[in-house]
């Protein structure tokens, strides 16, 4: 399995602009957490999806921040308009049938809002 | 306040040598704690995972311990290599898909 794929991996874009961060999941599993990373927060939840349904959203900031699940294989984290203050490493992960199996993140995309 | 707290936050050792990293975490109810490791610019990797009835497991030259009486874990790293250089994250699962992550400590390994 190639595991949890990001996509981008960076993005550099320009205050105001829409920003769509894509995650493909490890196949079978049911689980799937955006997280955003920053040296003064560290690791942050935003959404977590169970069986492509968001079943917690409360970690998204702002009303700019949406994400989608639209099938077992594909979700987005879309940013509009995107701001300086965005800028982060946001990461997916994946896990299996329930929220306590062990979570495999993606590598990352590391998003720069100029 | 965070309910995850390592220490230290960072450290330098010499390859081949021995170092132990600390997790103290408040968080309750606890289902289990977990040890990751990311390596500059990647995402975080799994390297153990304990419940609560666990107080020790190894993946290679990695043994964390547990003492869910006292809130307290450790990471050790047995014969360090340069790719050991990474940050190493405690994070806590409580009954419930809201993990807590530690803030990690950042290792570096020199030759």
């Known amino acids: 399995d190639a595991g949890v794929i990001q996509s981008p991996r960076h993005e550099v874009t320009e205050m105001g602009q829409e920003v769509t961060l894509r995650c493909k999941p490890i196949?079978?599993?049911?689980?799937l957490f955006w997280y955003r990373q920053t040296m003064m927060r560290g690791l942050e939840l935003l959404i977590y999806f169970n069986n492509n349904v968001p079943i917690d959203d409360s970690g998204m900031p702002e009303d700019r921040f949406s994400a989608k699940m639209p099938n077992a294989s594909f979700s987005t984290l879309k940013i509009q308009p995107s701001e300086p203050r965005d800028s982060a490493v946001y990461f997916c992960a994946s896990g299996g049938i329930s929220w306590n199996t062990e979570a495999f993140f993606g590598q990352g995309t590391r998003l720069t809002v100029v | 306040k965070n309910q995850v707290e390592q220490s230290p936050q960072s450290l330098i050792i010499l390859e081949g040598k021995n170092c132990t990293l600390q997790?103290?975490?408040?968080?309750?109810?606890?289902?289990?704690l977990r040890w990751y490791k990311q390596d500059t610019g990647r995402g975080p990797v799994s390297l153990t995972i304990?419940?609560?009835?666990?107080n020790t497991k190894s993946n290679g030259r990695y043994t964390a311990t547990l003492d869910a009486d006292t809130k307290q874990s450790s990471l050790h790293i047995t014969a360090s290599q340069l790719s050991d250089s990474a940050s190493y994250i405690c994070?806590?699962?409580?009954?419930?898909?809201?993990?807590?992550f530690g803030a990690g400590t950042t290792v570096t390994v020199r030759a």
């Open positions: 994070v806590v699962s409580p009954n419930d898909y809201k993990l807590s």
């Open positions: 304990m419940t609560f009835s666990e």
């Open positions: 997790c103290n975490y408040t968080v309750s109810p606890f289902s289990n």
């Open positions: 196949s079978g599993h049911n689980s």
